[in-house]
């Protein structure tokens, strides 16, 4: 196995940062499935394209196919551990761009509709960033 993927694959964590990965794994899928397939409440990618082209992130539809289809594929690869260090560096960007052109002039709450969730969701994210897929992971069976 090359140096690159040994390294992408590799983990140094525990139990604790796969229990992280895969909850913060089922929001992000979760969240993506409302964008993409309107399920759990969410508008789907009409309603979606048409909110992010109000908030001036154009063209919509192509900014919700990109934060919609990251959210749940990079949600479902945390869940199992495969790749899971691209999967939190794109859901890392994409938190960042959440916190940054919707919740950062709200302040830090929720009830204000602020960045807090959005800003543990890149914590959660970072870490898996860092520290690799965790003990039950793909990613950890594949690089043994």
Same mark, same amino acid.
């Given at each position: 196995?090359?140096?690159?993927?040994?390294?992408?694959?590799?983990?140094?964590?525990?139990?604790?940062?796969?229990?992280?990965?895969?909850?913060?794994?089922?929001?992000?899928?979760?969240?993506?499935?409302?964008?993409?397939?309107?399920?759990?409440?969410?508008?789907?990618?009409?309603?979606?394209?048409?909110?992010?082209?109000?908030?001036?992130?154009?063209?919509?539809?192509?900014?919700?196919?990109?934060?919609?289809?990251?959210?749940?594929?990079?949600? /479902? =690869? !945390?869940?199992? %551990?495969? +790749? *899971?260090?691209?999967?939190?560096?794109?859901?890392?960007?994409?938190?960042?761009? @959440? &916190?940054?052109?919707?919740?950062?002039?709200?302040?830090?709450?929720?009830?204000?509709?602020?960045?807090?969730?959005? /800003? =543990? !969701?890149?914590? %959660?994210? +970072? *870490?898996?960033?860092?520290?690799?897929?965790?003990?039950?992971?793909?990613?950890? @069976? &594949?690089?043994?």
């Amino acid at each position: 196995m090359s140096p690159l993927i040994k390294s992408i694959l590799s983990t140094r964590a525990g139990y604790g940062l796969t229990i992280l990965r895969i909850v913060v794994g089922i929001v992000f899928a979760a969240h993506g499935s409302q964008k993409l397939f309107g399920w759990f409440g969410g508008y789907g990618l009409a309603g979606t394209a048409q909110w992010m082209e109000s908030i001036g992130l154009a063209p919509g539809t192509l900014m919700a196919v990109l934060s919609g289809g990251t959210e749940f594929f990079a949600g /479902l =690869a !945390l869940i199992i %551990g495969l +790749l *899971a260090r691209p999967a939190a560096l794109g859901l890392t960007i994409l938190s960042l761009v @959440a &916190i940054f052109s919707v919740h950062i002039h709200n302040g830090l709450f929720m009830a204000n509709n602020g960045y807090e969730f959005a /800003l =543990a !969701l890149l914590g %959660g994210s +970072l *870490a898996v960033l860092l520290e690799g897929a965790g003990k039950l992971s793909a990613d950890g @069976a &594949i690089s043994r």
